[in-house]
């Protein structure tokens, strides 16, 4: 079974621009959640999309959207870019059900915003 | 104070030692815990997932979960070169957490041949 697919795995913006970051689950898994890495903060949790709908979300500004198509595939977005927002970001998929929260992430895509 | 505490490390062993790597917590409705492992520009990679208190072992890995004293641990045993990498905690609650996980600061590890 393939494993969560990320696109694209490299990305330089420059401030002020928006980035559309896309992620394919395992197959089956409806449930995908976004993170952010950064040296400083670590790993910390954006959203979480489970058959189209935002389940829960992280303390994270308004610039940060995602959103999941009914192949479970999803997207996130942020806007209005800024230095900080340079991180790798991650994607996880499960199967969204309850009890079962073992997540199995991509490789990630790193951000680098100039 | 973070809800999930991590040591940072680095940690340097060698070859065939057993390292402990810890994580501490202080939100007790957190009811499943998970070890990853993730090498340089690599995403995050399962290694153990436990649910609730008990001590758990896969090969070479062992995963214990003290909840009375919010306290995990993973023993890596016969320790390799290639398990050189950073080591992540996970934890989340019961329900509908909705797919977040808590995650520690992670620990780098490194194995010395």
């Known amino acids: 079974k393939a494993g969560v697919t990320q696109t694209p795995r490299y990305l330089i913006k420059t401030r002020g621009q928006q980035v559309t970051l896309s992620c394919s689950p395992i197959?089956?898994?409806?449930?995908v959640s976004w993170y952010q890495q950064t040296p400083g903060q670590g790993l910390q949790f954006l959203f979480e999309?489970?058959?189209?709908?935002?389940?829960n979300k992280g303390n994270f500004p308004g610039r940060f959207s995602g959103r999941q198509f009914s192949n479970s595939r999803s997207e996130m977005n942020v806007s209005t870019l800024e230095l900080g927002d340079s991180a790798l970001y991650l994607c996880?998929?499960?199967?969204?059900?309850?009890?079962?929260?073992?997540?199995?992430f991509g490789p990630g895509t790193r951000l680098l915003v100039l | 104070q973070k809800e999930v505490e991590q040591d940072p490390g680095p940690l340097s062993v060698p070859e065939g030692a057993i390292v402990s790597l810890n994580c501490t917590y202080s939100?007790?409705?957190?009811?499943?815990f998970m070890w990853y492992r993730q090498y340089s520009r690599k995403g995050p990679e399962l290694l153990m997932y436990?649910?609730?208190?008990g001590n758990k072992e896969d090969g070479r890995f062992t995963a214990q979960v003290d909840k009375s004293s919010k306290y995990i641990s993973l023993f890596i045993r016969d320790s390799q070169p290639s398990d050189s990498a950073t080591y992540l905690c996970?934890?989340?609650?019961?329900?509908?957490?909705?797919?977040?996980?808590?995650f520690g600061q992670g620990t780098e590890l490194s194995v010395k041949p």
């Open positions: 996880a998929s499960t199967s969204g059900q309850i009890h079962q929260e073992t997540q199995y």
């Open positions: 197959s089956g898994h409806r449930s």
């Open positions: 999309y489970f058959s189209e709908t935002q389940r």
């Open positions: 939100n007790s409705a957190f009811q499943y």
């Open positions: 436990t649910y609730s208190s």
């Open positions: 996970a934890m989340s609650g019961f329900g509908n957490q909705g797919g977040k996980l808590i």
